[in-house]
T-cell receptor, first 112, second 114 residues
Framework: GQQVMQIPQYQHVQEGEDFTTYCNSS?????IQWYKQRPGGHPVFLIQ?????EVKKQKRLTFQFGEAKKNSSLHITATQTTDVGTYFC????????????FGSGTRLSIRP | GAVVSQHPSRVICKSGTSVKIECRSLDFQATTMFWYRQFPKQSLMLMAT?????????EQGVEKDKFLINHASLTLSTLTVTSAHPEDSSFYIC??????????FGPGTRLTVT
């Protein structure tokens, strides 16, 4: 079945260091979304990428959609303690584009 | 912005009882609502997709007779966990979508079955 995997599963960094999470889909995606879930909270939409090779930035966050539209990455420059949480990528279901399949997530923790 | 509420936020029930969780889109009409469950330190697993006025579409492995979904209006969907057992204890999250892609998530309901 369709799988959306993320690596790494966990990342522990010193505050100020950079962080990157990678998302890989077993199928080509028409779009990819990124969400952030704080501990104890619910997922919050960050961004959506649609075009092949697209790069979008939100302050210290840089999102990239692969040329083949099967992978994506999220890079955070100079992490801050407020960046703590789990980052999920998500894409439309292969069998039905109306549903969203979430990646396995990358949990980011930060040493102050 | 788009706001989705869930009620209750936490519920503790005894094994064998049923629990109803409400999901409401507060400031927009949701063409589609989704129900997810999330176990500790795991990803969100889609349980079912719900469209207003029609039967929900359940994901493989999700018992539709156990997890009853009613999408009564464009702003309300309910999930009823029938005859709950301890293994049903989880974090249940709904989301609502008005357009083509973006989903807005509710704050979640933490269910504990004793």
């Amino acid at each position: 079945g369709q799988q959306v995997m993320q690596i790494p599963q966990y990342q522990h960094v010193q505050e100020g260091e950079d962080f990157t999470t990678y998302c890989n889909s077993s199928t080509t995606l028409s779009n990819i979304q990124w969400y952030k879930q704080r501990p104890g909270g619910h997922p919050v939409f960050l961004i959506q990428l649609v075009k092949s090779g697209e790069v979008k930035k939100q302050k210290r966050l840089t999102f990239q959609f692969g040329e083949a539209k099967k992978n994506s990455s999220l890079h955070i420059t100079a992490t801050q303690t407020t960046d703590v949480g789990t980052y999920f990528c998500a894409g439309p279901g292969y069998s039905s584009a109306s549903k969203i399949i979430f990646g396995s997530g990358t949990r980011l923790s930060i040493r102050p | 912005g788009a706001v989705v509420s869930q009620h209750p936020s936490r519920v503790i029930c005894k094994s064998g009882t049923s629990v109803k969780i409400e999901c409401r889109s507060l400031d927009f009409q949701a063409t589609t609502m989704f129900w997810y469950r999330q176990f500790p330190k795991q990803s969100l697993m889609l349980m079912a997709t719900s469209n207003e006025g029609s039967k929900a579409t359940y994901e493989q492995g999700v018992e539709k007779d156990k997890f009853l979904i009613n999408h009564a209006s464009l702003t309300l969907s309910t999930l009823t966990v029938t005859s709950a057992h301890p293994e049903d204890s989880s974090f249940y999250i709904c989301s609502a979508r008005s357009g083509l892609y973006e989903q807005y998530f509710g704050p979640g309901t933490r269910l504990t079955v004793t």
